[in-house]
């Protein structure tokens, strides 16, 4: 465990890296903490070598090097924005996105596509969807609708003004499906997606 200090010197050196594209001297180190003294420096940069977060190259004068960060796998870099219409540069950097925070959580569960019928709103045969378990939706959300206890199917939820229910696929060549509300139960609502491209 890093002391208050060694952790705001490490995310010191790291945050000074990523600007200048080299680490910091100790006595960069020293100013941009706070603190009058080198020596307390060197022994912050020291104790986060014994700890293993960077690495000291002796005889340099930038002689840090950050040691790589062994991410979990299901924590992957965000790395910049990328355009979908005109080019713009995908420019790095420093987050991270978290995938079990991303899609899981309480009473959360996938499920897999098949068919057309959403293809219209990005939802494609064979792509999978993560459902957040509920028994009621809002006009327009994505859900998993029960048809008389037997039939799930994925669609757009549209509660009428008499009461009904429409379930509207996103696909123009099918039509939109109406029923009595008695005979629709709401089994979850979309709240993300995923493809494989392998």
């Keep these: 465990?890093?002391?208050?200090?060694?952790?705001?010197?490490?995310?010191?050196?790291?945050?000074?890296?990523?600007?200048?594209?080299?680490?910091?001297s100790l006595a960069e180190i020293a100013a941009g903490m706070g603190v009058a003294s080198v020596s307390l420096a060197h022994r912050y940069t020291?104790?986060?070598?014994?700890?293993?977060?960077?690495?000291?190259?002796?005889?340099?004068?930038?002689?840090?090097?950050?040691?790589e960060q062994k991410r979990p796998a299901h924590i992957l870099p965000l790395i910049g924005k990328i355009a979908a219409g005109q080019p713009i540069e995908a420019l790095p950097g420093a987050d991270e996105i978290d995938l079990s925070v991303f899609f899981t959580g309480p009473g959360r569960f996938v499920l897999r596509v098949q068919g057309d019928s959403m293809v219209e709103d990005g939802i494609l045969d064979g792509d999978m969807v993560i459902v957040e378990k509920r028994a009621t939706a809002n006009n327009g959300e994505i859900v998993v609708a029960l048809i008389d206890g037997n039939d799930a199917?994925?669609?757009?939820?549209?509660?009428n003004r008499d009461g009904s229910v429409t379930l509207r696929p996103a696909n123009a060549a099918l039509p939109p499906l109406r029923y009595s509300a008695k005979r629709v139960q709401i089994q979850g609502v979309v709240v993300g997606q995923m493809r494989s491209y392998r």
């Excluded at 020291?46 to 040691?67: F, N, S, T, Y």
């Excluded at 199917?153 to 509660?159: G, M, N, V």
């Design 46 to 67: 020291q104790a986060l070598a014994d700890a293993g977060h960077i690495k000291l190259r002796p005889g340099r004068k930038r002689a840090i090097e950050v040691a």
């Design 1 to 24: 465990m890093l002391t208050r200090r060694q952790q705001q010197a490490l995310e010191f050196i790291r945050a000074y890296i990523a600007r200048h594209a080299h680490a910091p």
């Design 153 to 159: 199917t994925l669609k757009r939820f549209h509660l």
